[in-house]
């Protein structure tokens, strides 16, 4: 049997070996996540590469694939591929022709990945493959932790995005939420009064200048599973993408294997 290693720093690891091992059911999948040193986002590529290394050493060349599972652990792909060239490596990346078919040319981009990216060779090498997009950013302080204990809301991502950017204007009413009874949101804030990511933004854009977008990019690994929720604030005419499928079909050609498509976790 074929074995895969997943390797990142947190759980958008763990969302990558659950796809993988989903999609992939002939393969033995092997979830390395440093845990000790989480979360990723935010070290050195220097320091990515070196931990890498350091947690990898015991799967170098004894297993068929090692894929990075997360945008910051895809910092040292290129290390490790000069470090260890008879090693397959693969990792998660960004399918910019499925960007630009999305809509007849994706003028405004709305990206969703942690702030500590911004400033990474990742980024530009985003705005270079999309030079003639305008690429906006919101500040997503504090989703990746609520997000990893479930409590990353539809309410919440509304308020917060609703703030600067074009939203739905109203959410369809949670099933579960009678007439009269708290939201999740306002329950959370019961319960977490004293945290400071759960305060609403400080200041609101007037609706005129709110930013409008034709596709939103999910370039967290952990944010895979919010799909449907950022989907549902954003609303129908906007595109939502995650390439969890490009994810799957570099590892498929890596590994030579055919006729996966990726169509369970659709």
Known sequence: MLKIVV???????????????????????IRVIDWEHAPYD??????????????LAPYFNKVDLIVLG?????????????????QKFV?????????????????????????TLIDTEFCQTLRENLPFSTLSVPDSTGWERLTNIGELSAELLHKELGAYFEVCPKLPKRRNDPDNQKTLLEEIIDRKKQDQ???PPAETWPAEKRI???????????FWNLKPVVEEVFGYKVRVLDFRQKLLHDTCATLGLRGVHGDRSK
């Open 7 to 29: 390797f990142d720093g947190g759980m958008g690891g763990e969302a990558v070996a659950d796809y993988l091992d989903q999609e992939l059911q002939i393969v033995e999948i």
């Open 42 to 55: 935010g070290k050195s590529t220097t320091t990515i590469c070196k931990l890498a290394e350091s947690q």
């Open 70 to 86: 997360g945008y910051a652990a895809a910092q040292g792909i290129d290390y490790l591929r000069t470090s260890y060239p008879d």
């Open 91 to 115: 990792s998660v990346g960004v399918n910019y022709h499925r960007i630009l078919r999305a809509t007849i040319y994706p003028d405004r981009i709305t990206a969703i990945m942690n702030n």
């Open 197 to 199: 990511y759960l305060q």
């Open 212 to 222: 409008h977008s034709d596709v939103v990019l999910l370039l967290n690994t952990n």
